[in-house]
Every structure is written in structure tokens, then in C-alpha cells.
């Protein structure tokens, strides 16, 4: 089976704009989950999704968002982008709980 | 609150030596632990998952609820075991993880 795949792989905003980045999950896996990694605060939940429904979110600011399609490919969302959104933002499946499959994850930059 | 703990941010050892990576957890119901892997320039990996019990690449984890830890051990590190290892927590019916901050296993010939 393919892993699950990020898209685009990089990205330089500026700040206050916005962004999406796309998830592709491993075929048959109906969780996705996102992460936030810093050095600083190293690898933070973000939300999950599981059936095109948010199951469980973590404690980001409301400009950070999220949907699932019913072919359970994900995006998320940053509004008004901050310097401190920079970091690589990591997407992982899961067929429903437990393990996940983690992508190579989306670098982004804000200036 | 759920909280896990590797207290070292670099383990340095040299290759044949046994290795210990520190993992405590913090969570009052039964936890799922596991330790994830990430190699130079690869993705983030399971590596070991605490109920599987098994042995990956010469290394295994056991959990410790009386002192609620997961500790990593592997009896003779190798130079390809050098990489970033994550213990991580799933608690209960959420689908997230919660990571340890990680340690850089450094393993010198």
C-alpha cells in the first residue's frame, strides 16, 4: 500500500495570510490525524478526524482548522498566519485507533 | 493531566553497549504506549507498541504501571540505531498522541 502522502511538501507564507495543506491517508484508513512539530515544543496534536467528523482536538487557537472528505483525504487550515505558526505540520492514518501511519509532513514558513 | 516524560535529550553510546531510553507517563487510566522512530531524513515510524509485545530491531519496551514507565532497551546498540526516538501516549478513546519531547540516541563506533 502507498504511505500516506503530504502536499506540497514546502511552503513559504507571509504573515497574515492564510494556508492549506492536504493529507492523503493510507487506502482504507478512516482516521487522520495532525500534528504541529517545533523544536520548542516538539510534536503537538492538532485535531483528528475520523469519518469526515472532528473526534478529538487540541488546545490550538481557533485560526488552525480542519476537514475530512469522504474519501478521507484531509486538509487543514492556518488563518492568519504568525511567525510562530512555522514548523512542519505532520498528517497520520489510522485504520480507527490506534496506530498511525505518519506522512513526511509540510514544511511551512512564515516571514 | 496526560504528560509523557523522556528525561534525556542526547544518549550517547558507543556501538555494543547496552541502551536505555527513559520513558515515563503520566495518565490515570490504562494507557497504550508506544515508541516511535525517526531516522535522518525519513518519516516518523512506529516502532514498538506496548501491547504487541514484540521485539523490533533488537529492542523492547515493557510497561510499568507501578512506575508508570515505558523504558526502551536494547542489549547492543548498533551505529544504524543513531536517530530520534519519541515515546508516545494514547489515552483512552482519543484517537491522538501524546508525545515525550524525544532523545537523540547517538551511537559512536
Known amino acids: 500500500k502507498a504511505g500516506v502522502t503530504q502536499t506540497p511538501r514546502y511552503l513559504i507564507k507571509t504573515r497574515g495570510q492564510q494556508v492549506t495543506l492536504s493529507c492523503s491517508p493510507i487506502?482504507?484508513?478512516?482516521?487522520v490525524s495532525w500534528y504541529q512539530q517545533t523544536p520548542g515544543q516538539g510534536l503537538q496534536f492538532l485535531f483528528e478526524?475520523?469519518?469526515?467528523?472532528?473526534?478529538n482536538k487540541g488546545n490550538f487557537p481557533g485560526r488552525f482548522s480542519g476537514r475530512q472528505f469522504s474519501n478521507s483525504r484531509s486538509e487543514m487550515n492556518v488563518s492568519t498566519l504568525e511567525l510562530g505558526d512555522s514548523a512542519l505540520y505532520l498528517c497520520?492514518?489510522?485504520?480507527?485507533?490506534?496506530?498511525?501511519?505518519f506522512g513526511p509532513g509540510t514544511r511551512l514558513t512564515v516571514t | 493531566a496526560q504528560r509523557v516524560t523522556q528525561p534525556e535529550k542526547l544518549l550517547s553510546v558507543f556501538k555494543g553497549a547496552p541502551v536505555e531510553l527513559k520513558c515515563n507517563y503520566s495518565?490515570?487510566?490504562?494507557?497504550?504506549l508506544f515508541w516511535y522512530v525517526q531516522y535522518s531524513r525519513q518519516r516518523l515510524q512506529l516502532l514498538l507498541r506496548h501491547i504487541s509485545r514484540e521485539s523490533i530491531k533488537g529492542f523492547t519496551a515493557d510497561l510499568n504501571k507501578g512506575e508508570t514507565s515505558f523504558h526502551l532497551k536494547k542489549p547492543f546498540a548498533q551505529e544504524e540505531d543513531s536517530a530520534m526516538y519519541y515515546c508516545?501516549?494514547?489515552?483512552?478513546?482519543?484517537?491522538?498522541?501524546?508525545f515525550g519531547k524525544g532523545t537523540k540516541l547517538s551511537v559512536k563506533p
Open positions: 508516545a501516549l494514547m489515552a483512552g478513546s482519543q484517537g491522538n498522541l501524546i
Open positions: 487506502s482504507g484508513h478512516r482516521s
Open positions: 497520520a492514518s489510522s485504520p480507527d485507533w490506534g496506530e498511525q501511519y
Open positions: 478526524y475520523f469519518s469526515e467528523t472532528q473526534r
Open positions: 495518565y490515570s487510566g490504562s494507557p497504550e
